[in-house]
């Protein structure tokens, strides 16, 4: 599986990191196709130069100019050598350290894990984002670990603090509609 093989490049090089996205949605909420592979690298800043270069020694990019636009916009568009998309979110905020220590390791085949993001911080994430897409994923998360626990008092929080960042008091709107859904 290519999230095995990425995981393995980035353990070998002891870079602390999670996969976000299509993967976690699979374990903590309704599975769903997903084309490409997710994750955040925690690179703090001033050092994403040296990240982004070694992924592309083993990856090909998938746009030209992929290091200036990873550099610029924190996200490095990569494809794995069987066609498979890959995002690399170049973390360094305290929240994106956060989800990065919170991560937990997934069994996808017997003897294989992955490390995915929390539920908590995959809704934060989803909200943030905003789209259809993400809402109804956050929605199917919210759903399938009802009887988790979510610590919603960390995801409200978060959320609160993101949409005074993003400026966008929808999301606490979506949130609340999001935990509802979870609840009933």
């Known amino acids: 599986m290519e999230a095995l093989r990425l995981q393995q490049f ?8 999670c996969f976000i996205g299509g993967l976690a949605v699979q374990h903590w909420g309704e599975p769903r196709l997903t084309r490409d592979i997710d994750l955040s690298v925690l690179t703090g800043f001033g050092s994403e130069a040296q990240y982004i270069d070694s992924l592309l020694t ?9 290091r200036e636009f990873a550099l610029k916009r924190r996200v490095l568009l990569l494809r ?15 929240f994106e350290e956060s989800v990065v220590d919170r991560a937990v390791p997934v069994e996808l085949l017997p003897g294989m894990a992955i490390r995915i993001c929390s539920p908590e911080d995959l809704i934060i994430m989803k909200v943030f984002a905003g789209r259809d ?11 399938r670990q009802s009887s988790r626990a979510l610590d ?9 603090d993101l949409s005074e960042l993003k400026e966008d008091p929808t ?8 935990r509802e859904a979870g609840e009933q």
């Open 171 to 178: 999301m606490l709107t979506a949130l609340r509609a999001i």
């Open 80 to 94: 794995s050598e069987a066609g498979i998309g890959i995002d690399v979110s170049l973390a360094a905020l305290p």
């Open 10 to 17: 980035i353990e070998s090089r002891q870079w602390r990191f």
């Open 133 to 143: 897409t993400d809402l109804r994923d956050s929605r199917s998360i919210a759903v």
């Open 58 to 66: 083993a990856y090909a990019p998938r746009m030209e100019g992929a």
């Open 152 to 160: 919603w008092s960390y995801i409200e929080r978060n959320v609160t």
